[in-house]
């Protein structure tokens, strides 16, 4: 098996970090690979914030907390009144993936961009884990006016945020893949649909 097959089939969502913040030829490969994705018509419609400071990160945290609250969703207000949450996981770092708004196949190019750098990352044994609930922070007034004080572009919205970091955990038993996730039409197989049949 390749190293990047390998990759792929052991990289495990990471949720305890080590303090310790990783090196900078680390975060720029990762970030080089982010932006070395596949986009639609080749347009990047991608922005990424790296934060490397554990204020800004707990105060995300924060405010994934609050909006969770107030919006009163089912489920995830349990979660974060938990003791010890953390939206991050106290990653050391954090990079928020924004896209721009006025492309149509925005989220789609934005979550090719994160495999990319969850992939990049297991490569070097940095652990990651990736995280959407920080829109529920983004997306409000607050949120909107925090995106654009720690430098998001103004057409740009925070779509997705990778915590990154030196694991301070084992990695998790992956969880057993659907069955039937798979349809396989191979030529010779005889017809199973009719995709356009001519009028005569």
Known sequence: M?????NILERRSIRAYRPEQIK??????ILQAAMHAPSAMGK???H???IQRKDIIDAISEGV??????RNIPGLKERVLEPGFHALYAAPTAIIISGDKTSKFVYADCAAAAENI???AQSLGIGTCFIAMTDIFFSTEE?????REIGIPECYEPIYTVAVGYKACDAPQPAPRKENAVTILRQGDGSVFVAFQKNH
């Open 24 to 29: 900078d030829e680390e975060r720029d490969i």
């Open 2 to 6: 390749n190293e990047t097959i390998r």
């Open 44 to 46: 990047q419609p991608w």
């Open 48 to 50: 990424f914030t790296v």
């Open 65 to 70: 907390k609050k909006a969770a609250i107030n």
């Open 118 to 120: 969850l992939i990049a």
């Open 143 to 147: 949120g909107r006016k925090f995106a």
